[in-house]
């Protein structure tokens, strides 16, 4: 079965399909820049960071569709200093997108991608609020995994270029896996006792520096991937709107949760559009053990 014909089966609303399947058609021309866009671009994104060629390329890619679709009112993306309004839009939507997270693994051919979460208006809302999430994942294979409150699906892209049913109603299993973020030394002390719970339980760890491909195997695997508040920086590094929340409703669909330590990250409401947040994403289990060592 291909996306079309699942998100027919699962009767997702016609604006939602429009837009689900018009993320898809954008796969494979950005899997197609790996080749001839590499390096990086000699530019800073709003955080400072050094854009590589290729995230400037997926922004441009992303942005000129969803403009010319004129699926989306409101458009927001980690390469974007200011939310763009899309002149005589034929729906509401607002959506995020991280055009390429995990950029800096590019040159070292790791698995990065692309995370966009829909939001029924603008953005600045709480997760808890969004219609749909998906990610597209370009590694060995190039994936899309979706939801829309209706079971989290998942996808490859096969040899013409068409979305095929790998997956159907993902959920998160029990498992030890655990990908942690920040350096060691600098931990908060809560956060330093939860590592080291999970590591006397014989947790593995599995951190590749792409918080999409790590999430995505937490969602297939098991256990929990953490970018913590830590010593100098309180907000962590992770962005709330383009990391955080698109991937905690997928998790939180397929039965796990978020948390940015105190509580359901989906249910903040971000103050602006490059809030940071600590975010704990994962297995239930890990999520309420993180949260009662916060508390106490
Ligand atoms: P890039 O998109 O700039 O590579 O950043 C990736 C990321 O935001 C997230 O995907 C990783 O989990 C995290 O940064 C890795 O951060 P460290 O380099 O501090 O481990």
Do not use: C
């Not at 671009?41 to 955080?47: E, F, I, L, P």
């Not at 080291?196 to 999409?212: M, T």
């Not at 103050?271 to 704990?280: F, G, K, L, N």
């Amino acid at each position: 079965m291909n996306l079309a014909e699942h998100l027919k089966k699962k009767s997702t609303e016609e604006k939602i399909t429009e837009l689900i399947m018009l993320f898809s058609e954008q796969a494979s021309v950005i899997r197609d820049e790996f080749v001839t866009s590499r390096g990086a671009a000699d530019t800073k994104n709003v955080y400072g960071e050094t854009q590589m060629a290729l995230d400037k390329k997926a922004d441009e890619i992303l942005i000129d569709a969803l403009k010319k679709s004129g699926l989306v009112r409101w458009i927001a993306t980690e390469e974007q200093p200011d939310i763009i309004e899309v002149e005589g839009a034929k729906n509401q939507f607002g959506i995020t997108i991280d055009p390429l997270d995990g950029s800096s693994l590019i040159d070292v051919n790791l698995a990065v991608g692309t995370i966009v979460g829909i939001y029924p208006g603008h953005v600045l809302e709480p997760g808890n609020t969004m219609p749909g999430a998906l990610y597209i994942l370009y590694g060995p294979l190039t994936t899309l995994t979706y939801t829309t409150g209706n079971g989290v699906h998942e996808f490859y892209l096969d040899k013409d270029g068409v979305f095929k049913l790998m997956e159907e109603d993902l959920t998160i299993p029990d498992g030890k896996l655990y990908a942690p973020g920040a350096l060691r030394r600098d931990y908060m002390p809560y956060h330093k006792k939860f590592i080291e719970q999970l590591e006397s339980e014989g947790y593995k760890l599995r951190f590749s520096g792409s918080f999409v491909a790590d999430v995505h195997q937490i969602l297939h695997k098991g256990g929990l991937f953490t970018y913590p508040a830590f010593k100098g920086k309180e907000t962590g590094k992770l962005r709330h709107l383009f990391e955080g929340t698109p991937m905690g409703k997928m998790v939180f669909e397929a039965g796990g949760a978020v948390s940015n330590g105190k509580g359901n990250l989906l249910d903040v409401k971000p103050a602006s559009v490059d809030e940071r947040t600590p975010i704990y994403i994962g297995g239930k289990k890990e999520i309420a053990l993180i949260e009662s060592y916060v508390k106490r």
